[in-house]
């Protein structure tokens, strides 16, 4: 039986109880996208967009879904104490793929900003959510997109309206725990109107030693001249696989950091796809991934520039030790008319063994004739001149090649645009290389 079959079977077994404890706004779309899964189903590496990592395998298991919602024995604040020294963020959680509500950080968020479940605030603010939710995450031209809409029955909403600026960062850990195997459909929806600001650090944790298969969908929606900070840290463990889908459209003058960090995984999918569709809308597209073990990374991303005078910056590094994989395929559009386009994509990689693999495929598709446009890859392995000079003084190899690799991702953390973040990732980064983030404790980034 193919993969796909027994989530169809469960869907016309339990469609009443999904639609039960979701909402409205949600249940809504879930039929289209039921019908794209069904005619679709799971992307395989036949499929070009997935060429490096075969989706339908890790949906072959059997996997537990708590689809009565049933209540999760954890009180997240308890558990992690996430708060990095002098950034002060407002701290919360998704615990598997619900909003936990029953306890909410002594913060107050500026007038009319909305931040919680997505399920609760689509059945207070239905035309609101109506009208961003499932707009940009097309059921259609994704299977995982349409399996994760069709099984989706909470998760969270941000709301900033115009011109609001949200000072304080906004931190949400999500925390996979369960006792069995176990599948979460996590859902994302955040919407910056014209001038809003905001920063939004998130992380990802496994707090049990079973299988976690954990599909995410995004939508991000960055009105004219607003400025959107979003920071991925995946801190979860070997027996995890994460497939995450992020839509991002900028309009006018926004301006857009995205930075995906993948510490320690098992398996990881990210596609990213972002629409620039306002003149002077720039994206700072970044990626790092340390691997080792038979850990496995996969980055696809798309930009598309639709309209003149966009800037776009793309920046992707990966060290890859033992036998390890890692993938990267970085697509970038320049349509017809979208002149004084300035747009660059740097994909570099690091095999510190033999054994480990990278795939990297840039891509450029230009239909203008007076436009900017660069990309590079490269695979590579340390510098063994650079190592022999390091050694000759009195530096041990194995610190020298820590030091080389830490060198090498600098450029990514670099990017940051909080200093107190910057600075604790310095220090998981060394940590990681030296062996000492070996799973998912607590909160990594308080230590």
């Known amino acids: 039986m193919k993969p796909e079959q027994q989530y169809i079977d469960l869907y016309t077994q339990v469609r009443e109880s999904i639609y039960r404890h979701s909402s409205e706004v949600l249940n809504a779309t879930r039929e289209r996208a039921f019908e794209d899964f069904c005619r679709a189903g799971f992307p395989t590496s036949r499929e070009e967009n997935y060429k490096y990592t075969d989706v339908s395998k890790k949906f072959e298991a059997d996997y537990g879904l708590n689809i009565n919602r049933l209540d999760i024995p954890v009180n997240p604040y308890e558990v992690f104490t996430c708060d990095v020294p002098n950034m002060g963020t407002s701290l919360y959680f998704v615990v598997n793929d619900a909003f936990y509500s029953k306890l909410l950080p002594k913060t107050t968020l500026p007038e009319g900003v909305l931040l919680g479940s997505l399920r609760e605030l689509s059945n207070e603010y239905p035309a609101l959510v109506e009208k961003y939710y499932g707009k940009l995450a097309d059921t259609k031209k994704d299977a995982v997109t349409a399996f994760n809409t069709t099984f989706t029955q909470d998760g969270l909403f941000i709301y900033v309206p115009r011109n609001v600026v949200v000072e304080k960062t906004l931190q949400l850990v999500n925390i996979l725990r369960g006792d069995v195997d176990l599948m979460v459909n996590r859902r994302v929806l955040i919407v910056l109107e014209e001038g809003a600001q905001l920063r939004l650090l998130v992380c990802d944790h496994a707090m049990d030693e079973v299988n976690f298969l954990a599909t995410q969908v995004i939508e991000v929606f960055a009105g004219e001249n607003a400025v959107f900070d979003m920071y991925e840290l995946e801190e979860t ?45 720039e994206i700072t597209l970044c990626g790092m991934a340390i691997t080792d073990g038979e850990q496995h990374v996969d980055n696809n991303t798309f930009i598309d520039h639709r309209v003149p005078n966009c800037h776009s910056r793309e920046l992707y590094k990966y060290v890859l030790d033992d036998h390890s994989t890692g993938a990267f395929a970085g697509r970038v559009l320049v349509r017809p008319g979208a002149q004084h386009t300035l747009s660059e994509q740097t994909n570099r990689n690091l095999c510190a063994t033999s054994k480990a693999r990278m795939y990297t495929q840039p891509q450029l598709e230009i239909y203008a004739d007076d436009v900017k446009c660069s990309h590079g890859a490269t695979v590579g392995q340390l510098d063994e001149n650079t190592l022999f000079y390091m050694r000759a003084r009195g530096i041990p190899e194995k610190e020298a090649r820590l030091l080389l690799m830490f060198a090498f991702v600098n450029e990514v953390i670099d990017t940051i645009r909080i200093d107190a973040l910057k600075d604790r990732l310095h220090l998981l980064v060394e940590k990681r290389f030296r062996g000492e983030l070996k799973r998912c404790q607590d909160c990594a980034i308080c230590k």
Do not use: D, F, H, P
Request: hydrophobic share 30%; proline share 0%; glycine share 12%.
């Open 237 to 281: 463990t070997t027996a995890t696989t994460r497939i995450s889908n992020l839509y991002v459209e900028q309009k006018a003058g926004s301006n857009v950091l995205l930075n995906g960090m993948s510490l320690y995984t098992g398996t990881t999918r990210n596609t990213t796809e972002v629409s620039l569709i306002g003149e002077g809308a």
